[in-house]
């Protein structure tokens, strides 16, 4: 059953997978978009794959959505044995033929001031906003940071 689950989860992000070909320069393609699974109170954050399929670097401006008070770009890193999260104000920059994969203990997309906490098996909606690609919908599935899908590519 888990198993099963793990699976349908995995075929519901890849299903979500979308493709912004908003000019010719840059071609910006997002896989395995998730967020995490929130208690109540804390905030949560969203992971995926960003993919610059173009022949210049783009940049993600930002992150918006209706269900949280403010909505960020993060990078965590380890400081003197401590994580700590500091907001990429600058934007987060996806090379030219390269990408940049948000993960827990990274890059990631902030979301604070939840209207209510995330549970497995909801759906949010967010709006990224890059420099030469224009606006990108994405759908996050929630999930268990256990039920992390694999990154093979
Ligand atoms: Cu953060």
Sequence with gaps: MKILLKYWLLLI????????????????????????????????????????????????????????????LHLSHMEDGVMKMTEQKEGIVIPAGGE??????????????????????????VTLQFEQAGSVELALPVQEMTDMPAMKH
């Excluded at 010719?24 to 896989?31: C, K, L």
């Excluded at 990631?108 to 209510?116: P, Q, R, S, V």
């Design 13 to 72: 992000s890849m299903a979500l997978s979308v493709t912004a070909f908003a000019d010719a320069v840059s071609q910006i393609e997002i896989h395995q978009p998730w967020a995490r699974v929130s208690p109540p109170g804390a905030p949560s954050a969203g992971f995926m794959l960003v993919q610059n399929h173009g022949s210049s670097d783009d940049v993600l401006l930002s992150v918006s959505g209706d269900f949280a008070a403010r909505l960020e």
């Design 100 to 125: 940049v994969l948000f993960k827990p203990g990274s890059y990631h997309l902030m979301f604070m001031g939840l209207a209510k906490p995330f549970v497995a098996g909801e759906v949010y909606r």
